[in-house]
DNA sequence: CTGAAAGCGCTTACAG
DNA sequence: CTGAAAGCGCTTACAG
């Protein structure tokens, strides 16, 4: 295999020193407009591309950021939630558009991710992705702020976690879900999904639904983690029941939807002439289920962007602050209300 | 923001040279135990890690292998195929009981992957993911073999394609499904999904469905991208046509099955009653349609096992070749089948 | 078993 | 505008 070609090959060909090819290629200019432009050449004639490790060594940043996805430990090995793929996809985006590169790494809780990225300077900061006990982590993240690391958190900011966060505003989200039903003539309510201090996303959604009740509602709810078959049992509680099945079911998370509506369209119940149901995330399958399902889209796009940006604001020590990103009502079929 | 420690750091704290605290930490056997021992307690207790930039440019090698994925460039800017999501869950997973890093980038064809990430240090070697025209990047991976670049490909081995791939044994699925269809009664048949040369995976998986089709059994074949919409399109041509519906639909992709599932569903056409349906991918929506969908797997926790296995393969100058993954039927209820 | 020294390939003050 | 030199933090022959 080839020498790979250094920048001390393109100073000799160029006929000029080292340093030179070096500031040529960064576009300085300080450089003579011609001499850069034949630096340049050469670099490219020669398929030259600058050593990562060595620049990054010198410079003291890698231009890289790392992605930590903390996979919910209930669900398959195989299976990641697919709302957590989309927003893969869109801090993938994010990162490219600012020129950064993206590590991505599945963690469990315990391991010792704190140190591995930041601190051997593989990355300039992090971003941590996914739902589930912040309580587990809060001791991390106290530890991280302490030594300086760059992190930024997704999910609903918590009083008593430390960090800075971005999250879906899930509490005007639930409103909007209680308003819209409640305007198309539904009274009585099941809420299906865990509303514990481990679930915070959930909990700001049942409370924006729950106050946004009028008084002549009623509403149960039914725990849930978010997964498929978590909606399904849950949904077979509701009907083995003694009381009538409720007008609507509001779910915390459209995979425990798409769980509630497998089981319905089992018992032969209609949806939305029987009952109504309604997710929250608006992942793909949502508009693929029949009926097609009304859910509380998050706007994944922008929350890429959102962490990146901000983080990056944090690494070149710029202030930032928590952002609740907005919660938009996809209206489908599953409602009943689909003009 | 307090000096990261350095290997000197420890050397100063432990009363021994740089050489050895390096040594140590790399649990070298020349370490007297009781001086490795001390050398990694100290490490520990100040945090310590090694500064990865420094180590890769002196190993000359980065323990990081680059994930390149090419986007169908027809899909929707915020959705990626399903499937390679969960590529992407087993690449990640591999990668890491190897000891790897994975770098993750979204790529398009054109631009100038093969050298950002091998040539600059950043990774050992690629991965490639993504179906599509392999001819349009054929002289790219010619280019990258020349250069000595570490590349496996997910996708369908095929002649004119240099370098190594790892793909699924589409045409054996392919006659899975004809086997099955055939032994339940099924004659008449169609089949959804390109078979031009841009699409080599489709066409092992046309091949085998036909090659295994007896003869009294008849079928004609529907033009689909791999989307959504284009199955949907492709179901309402077969409807909109002379002939009366076949007895089973086979597509060449989950997703544009569940586009075929909607449009019949729309049209009050019963699946599997009236026509049964058969996808390939067992993407995650498979188990959730109405009916669930009958399928062929993909092994993408092996899949993903195997290239990474192979480009390490590759980057330590061992041999390697081409892999076909076994194809699994799963039969679910579109197809009428199920007991 | 240990240390002193070289060197990986850059970037960037410093001097001119 | 350009060059000679230092140094980023490691790993690893080399010498003992």
Redesign the pocket.
Known sequence: MK??????DIAHLA?????????A??DS????????KKVQEIAAQLN????K???N????RSNTIALLLFEDPTSDDSLVNPFFLAMLGSITRACAAKGYDLLVSFQDLDSNWQAQYEDSHKADGLILLGYGDYRAYAGKLTQLRQQHTHVMRWGAPVAESPGISIGCDNVSGGQSIAAHLLSHGYRRFAFIGDIGDKAPEFQGRYEGFVTRLSPEATHIQLDAISTQDAGAAAAQRLMNGAAPLPDAIVCAADIIAVGVLATLHKAGIKVPDQVAVVGFDNIQVAALTTPSLTTVQQNTNQAGEKLVENLLLAINEQPTKDHLLPATLIVRQSCGCQV
Chains 1, 2 share one sequence.
């Open positions: 020498h790979k070609p250094t920048s001390l006929g000029v020193s080292q340093s030179t090819v070096s500031r290629l960064n200019p300080l450089v003579n407009i011609a001499t850069r030259y591309q600058v050593d490790n060595a620049s060594l010198r410079r003291q």
